[in-house]
């Protein structure tokens, strides 16, 4: 295990380079840069003091050496200086982490507490009535794009308590109900969507192993439905959805750019879209590492849980 | 506090102003309360991170004006309560008083005494020096500014002399009434002489009515009040919170929910305005101009408009009016160069603007544009295809796409092309296209403001690169012109002239319906929403 784990470390390493390399390529490649979107918004551009700030904010380097001082401030344990707010990166990024990362996790957790239990339902009650309604509330969610669902949530609630929650991020510190009230919302939005997916993971992950010769074998030694289909059928039909949650969670990272902007919440996602549109390239830089590092960390865990699920994976 | 300019001047403004009249509104004023009562905290949409930062020198957004204006003090102020600016709204601000002397060509200030920035540092002449000598690049400037967009403001100024503490005098090449506008702009703060001008990027010393508390990026910004601020009895507010909502939908939500006071300026559209009295009747929504027009840029250097029959044909060709009904559901103003009346004060009355390219009855201006691309020498069966650049925004988009709709009427075929934000006005100022779909907003509701920005030769905003030694000749007249009616007159045939030779035709100006809730008193929404952001005077009737 110990030698499964320092092998996906390395490679992880490896990807993480990769990433860097393609990062810091694509964002060189888009047209226009910040002194560009400065001069937007002064409304004009003048060539000569376009370079004298390219000169000033260190863009006029080649990009190879850009690239290494990057690099090198990382090892560092520097993340450079933003070119909009000309703050110290990781003074921008860093308030911006837990909010993400609460959201996603937020958000998992209603995916599976929705999808898990709805998917084996099911699954067992196949082609019940009961069975059809879960398929119709689970495409329902795949159907509606979470951001449309959280300004319809806003929408209702504006519409009908006059109320909307804190537009302002509040801490769990000053004052948890709200906080929580200020999650649970677009959680819930964003994890209907997800719970979606798991559903339909679960629910076919089960019917296939409920028609396993061990189910019936099973069933046929008297065992009860609750042991049956807890202890042998959900154990053995949990790997493909411990897959997808993992997949899930990652892409959550950084894919909750309309949920965050439609609940004005500051999140990674949201603020990595407004540096995108500055080519503010050390924030992106960095943001992107981030989700590098979360999704392939989320995929150490996932290939970790196999492990713990699954003998055979733990003895191959 | 008015200053003892020339008899004659102040008795031709007013009877202008007379002729001018208030803005109307569509819904009401926020009735205004004989006893003002201090504190709370007046809550207020902002609609993006401000640019840069409370750097106004460095932009030209209301995204920082509006957000940055409450730290700042100029010299002389539009009247807050006022909603329609003019030379006769202009109030001292860090000017006691000031005097026109030398026939127009010095402007003396008077300054008060005792004013403190926010970091304790006494407020002399010197400060005053140090911004519009930054303003001007004069040689020998304390400061620099890495983006100077207002440069061209200041070109008539010759020196700025501080020969005591509280003294400043402007010495001008020629006569220009104007200048005293351009001051009163919420784009003229004066900045500290001992804070470096980069600083302003991040934090805000100014002397304004309200101090910087917290500026959480993406999130919001927070002010609270000045104790030691100039005018005895104001702020009324104990501060101010601006927050960061960038979804427009959560914006009309927070405002309808009251967790904004006051919407964004500009931001709120005839049917959005309609939507949210229905939604919220007690919501006071107020017509205001933005002194912001959509036009029509074309390249005078590049084919086919380097020929001024093409460029005139597109102008006739745009109906405006169905544009306005189209993209605005009714809710823009028809005007040219200058807003006219109720807008604005400079713009041709209703008859005339009839006569000119354009502004008739659409099936014989759409005939005319026809006449002319075929005297240009292109015909329906050989027409002219160009491409039709404009930002990849939804309110240039919808313009945009109204104008080749427009344009293929006439025979030219245009296709759409979406300019990103980052690339527009670099690809504007170089001149690399052929037609756009542009908005320009100006400062001040001023001809110098905008035709020195806009028009002149070799300014970076002449984005069409058209340039005519006898408009700029009339540019130059009109704005040493101290007689207001003969100056009229001149800013009159300039706009009859830039029509004529299909110079950047303004389709529309736009018109925000500024929404409050009622216990929002004293917000007065001006004629241009670059100025009405210091609320030094509002307060909130809890």
Known sequence: ?316 | MRSRMLPSLVALLAILDVLVGGAPAIGQNPPASPTPRSGGVLTLAQREETPQGFAIHETSTVSTTWPAMPCFSNLVLFDPRKPQESADTVLGELAEKWSWQDNYRNLVFFLRKGVKWHDGQPFTSKDVKFTFDMLREAPDAQGKLRINPRKDWYANVVNVEAPDPSTVIFHLKRPQPSLLLMLASGYTPIYAAHVPPAQYRTACVGTGPYKLKEWRKGEFIEYVKNPDYFVKGRPYLDGLKYVIIKERGTRVAALQAGQVQAAFPGDTSKTAAEQLKKAVPQLVITGAAENVNENVIMNTKKPPFDNVKVRLAVAHAIDRRALNQAVHQGGAAIGVSMPSKPWGIWGPAEATLATLPGYGKPAEEKARAKKLMAEAGHSPEKPVKVEIVTRAIAVYVDMASFIVNELKQIGIEATLKQIETAQWHAMATRGEYQIGANLTGIGIDDPDANYYENFACNSPRNYTFYCNEQIAAMVDKQSGEIDPRKRLAIVLDIQKKLEEEGVRPTLDWRVDNFAQWPQVKNLVPHNNFYNYGRLQDVWVDK
Do not use: C
């Open chain 1, 1 to 316: 295990m110990k030698s499964y784990i320092a092998q996906r470390l390395v490679i992880a390493v490896l990807t993480l380079f990769g990433m860097s390399v393609v990062i810091f390529v694509l964002l060189r490649m888009a047209p226009g840069d910040i002194v560009d979107v400065l001069f937007s918004a002064a409304g004009y551009v003048n060539p000569s003091e376009k370079q004298a700030i390219l000169r000033e904010l260190g863009m006029d380097k080649p990009y190879w050496r850009q690239y290494v001082e990057w690099i090198t401030q990382i090892f560092h344990g520097d993340l450079g200086k933003s070119y909009r707010y000309d703050l110290p990166a990781w003074q921008i990024i860093r308030p911006l982490l837990p909010v993400t990362i609460e959201l996603a996790m937020l958000s998992t957790i209603v995916a599976v507490a929705l999808g898990v239990p709805t998917g084996i339902v099911s699954a067992v009650r196949q082609d019940g009535l009961l069975d059809y309604a879960m398929r119709v509330f689970s495409l329902a969610g795949l159907s509606m794009p979470s951001f449309w669902l959280g300004m319809v949530i806003i929408l209702a609630l504006v519409s009908w308590l006059a109320w909307i929650p804190p537009l302002t991020y509040v801490r769990p510190t000053e004052n948890f109900w709200l906080h929580a009230v200020q999650f649970m919302l677009p959680a819930l939005a964003v994890g209907y969507r997800s719970s979606a997916l798991i559903m339909r993971i679960t629910r076919s992950a089960m019917l296939e192993v409920l028609r396993e010769d061990y189910i019936r074998t099973a069933w046929a030694k008297g065992q009860g439905e609750w042991a049956v289909v807890w202890r042998h059928a959900l154990k053995n039909a949990i790997l493909p959805v411990v897959t997808v949650v993992g997949i899930e969670f990652a892409f959550l990272i950084g894919g909750l750019v309309v949920t965050e902007t439609v609940f004005n919440l500051p999140g990674v996602a949201r603020f990595l879209v407004e540096a995108i549109l500055w080519r503010d390239y050390p924030i992106v830089q960095n943001l992107v590492m981030f989700i590098a590092i979360v999704v392939i960390l989320s995929n150490l865990a996932v290939d970790l849980l196999y492990g713990l699920l699954d003998p055979r994976v733990r003895y191959a």
